[in-house]
């Protein structure tokens, strides 16, 4: 394999920055990120290195969503692993697996890696919910940790499919039930701790952001993932306008299936672009609806037409993720109680309108 599309390790097509070489608001992250979630290297954050705004932003969303709150961790981490299953993310499978292991429910963390049905009636609601979508199995005042977590994945799960292998340890080792349980018990003390909300936005306060959703109820969530939205929608400026335009359409136009993306069916839904501007759009779209099938040839693609570096090819790839985690949150908000919303769908600041049915009686987000 060339340098273009270089895998080294966890880490397909960037050269993340190195704990001891960060500075600035990289390192700032990195320092926060082993202190609150007890980890010094995670491998989703190191390959979003070279954007800091956008690995900031993340990390801001993750920590006030997951972490931090007064939702017990049992529950978001079963969200977190019911979407990550919805979108066949392996990695964060086995992340989430092993941090429900740490949690202490150790058949609970089995039962649904393995596609079963919790035994515990609220925990098998809430993995419905991850999975399928519908009414909220929560009050209006949980949903910004359960909303905020499971959009969270929905962004992280792309990322982690198009930029990361599925290895979430060397050989493989997180297949074993056996280093999953033990991979918990190491971290149970960390993950049970109970971290109080906020403390990440001093990392985002000048990113600014759109305005912040409803179903945040003005908690530090709603402050994250409106500056996500902000940095992560600012990667289209990498894409031609015309090019923008063929990716948003194609994404609201989604079921929420998981499509058949053949070379044909895709190249069908770009054909209008410029050659030029295909390489960029083919990797903002396989992001947001396969990102499990961006291959080494489309980033060589990309790559080739001088468009940039690992910075840009993150932010590109964050474009794609938000695209589909605004339209996951379009569905998603539908079963909740009016917080904020109009009825009738959901216009974004990018000028896109997502469909509260979004074309689909069932959405699932793929299975």
């Not at 273009?4 to 992250?29: E, K």
């Not at 299953?85 to 963390?109: K, M, S």
């Not at 149970?188 to 000048?206: E, F, K």
């Not at 499990?292 to 993720?321: N, P």
Request: glycine share 12%; with cysteine.
């Amino acid at each position: 394999m060339d340098d273009t599309t270089r895998n080294r390790g966890q880490f397909r097509y960037v050269t993340p920055v190195p704990p001891d070489a960060a500075t600035g608001r990289v390192a700032d992250v990195y320092r926060q990120l082993a202190d609150d979630f007890g980890m010094a290297r995670m491998a989703v954050f190191l390959t979003l290195s070279p954007a800091p705004e956008v690995l900031a932003a993340t990390w801001a969303l993750l920590r006030e969503t997951l972490l931090a709150g007064d939702v017990p961790r049992t529950g978001k981490e079963v969200v977190a692993l019911g979407v990550s299953l919805a979108n066949r993310c392996p990695f964060c499978v086995a992340a989430h697996t092993t941090l429900l292991h740490a949690t202490g429910d150790h058949r609970l963390a089995e039962t649904v890696a393995a596609g079963g049905v919790p035994d515990d009636p609220a925990h098998a609601r809430l993995l419905a919910w991850a999975k399928d979508r519908g009414p909220a199995p929560f009050p209006a005042e949980h949903a910004p940790e359960y909303v905020g977590t499971a959009l969270t994945f929905h962004f992280v799960n792309r990322v982690a499919s198009a930029l990361l292998t599925e290895n979430l340890l060397p050989g493989n080792l997180q297949r074993s039930r056996l280093v999953r349980s033990v991979g918990g018990r190491a971290m149970s003390r960390t993950v049970r701790r109970r971290l109080p909300g906020g403390a990440a936005l001093p990392l985002i306060a000048d990113l600014g952001g759109r305005p912040e959703p409803g179903w945040a109820r003005r908690r530090p969530a709603g402050v994250a993932y409106a500056a996500l939205r902000t940095v992560a929608g600012d990667g289209g400026d990498l894409l031609s306008a015309e090019a923008r335009d063929a990716v948003t359409g194609a994404v609201a136009a989604w079921d929420g299936e998981h499509p058949l993306m053949g070379g044909a069916r895709l190249d069908g839904l770009l054909a209008g672009l410029p050659p030029a501007d295909r390489p960029a759009a083919r990797l903002a779209l396989l992001t947001a609806l396969a990102p499990y099938r961006v291959t080494d040839a489309d980033v060589a693609a990309w790559r080739g037409s001088g468009s940039g570096g690992d910075a840009a090819l993150v932010r590109i790839i964050a474009y794609g993720a938000i695209l589909a985690t605004e339209w996951a949150e379009s569905v998603i908000t539908a079963g909740l109680p009016p917080a904020g919303y109009a009825g009738g769908g959901r216009r974004s600041e990018r000028g896109q309108t997502y469909s509260r049915s979004s074309g689909s009686s069932s959405p699932n987000f793929g299975r």
